[in-house]
């Protein structure tokens, strides 16, 4: 069993940057492969990133690539989603997620095991 919460999120001009942090408890968090998902209001949730067990691997959805970074610390049960260079259109609920026993990285909701309660990221224009 894996608790997740995020943290750092809030209001933000365009632009700007943010760092959201997701702290893990629970054992054996090397062996979970990690990911953000991003949901608007009224809109359809979004697969943002995702990073293997070992953090050797990273893979972000076109939108985000080459603003958004995804890390981990194993030592310190957290993930990590470095965003730069927000637009108004990044603005919505992040969750962080987990997947127990993943090798490789996976961008559907419906293969992680766990999820966050999300945290507000709002980007004025």
């Known amino acids: 069993q894996v608790q997740l919460v995020e943290s750092g999120g809030g209001l933000v001009q365009a632009g700007g940057s943010l760092r959201l942090s997701c702290a893990a408890s629970?054992?054996?968090?090397?062996?979970?492969?990690l990911g953000w998902f991003r949901q608007a209001p009224g809109k359809e949730r979004e697969f943002v990133a995702a990073?293997?067990?070992?953090?050797?691997?990273?893979h972000y959805a076109d939108s985000v690539k080459g603003r958004f970074t995804i890390s981990r610390d194993n030592a310190k049960n957290t993930v990590y989603l470095q965003m730069n260079s927000l637009k108004p259109d990044d603005t919505a609920v992040y969750h962080c997620?987990?997947?127990?026993?993943?090798?490789?990285?996976?961008?559907?909701?419906?293969?992680?095991?766990?999820w966050g309660p999300g945290t507000q990221v709002t980007v004025s224009s």
């Open positions: 997620v987990a997947k127990l026993g993943g090798s490789a990285y996976y961008t559907r909701s419906s293969e992680y095991d766990y």
């Open positions: 629970g054992r054996s968090f090397r062996s979970y492969s």
């Open positions: 990073i293997t067990w070992s953090g050797g691997s990273t």
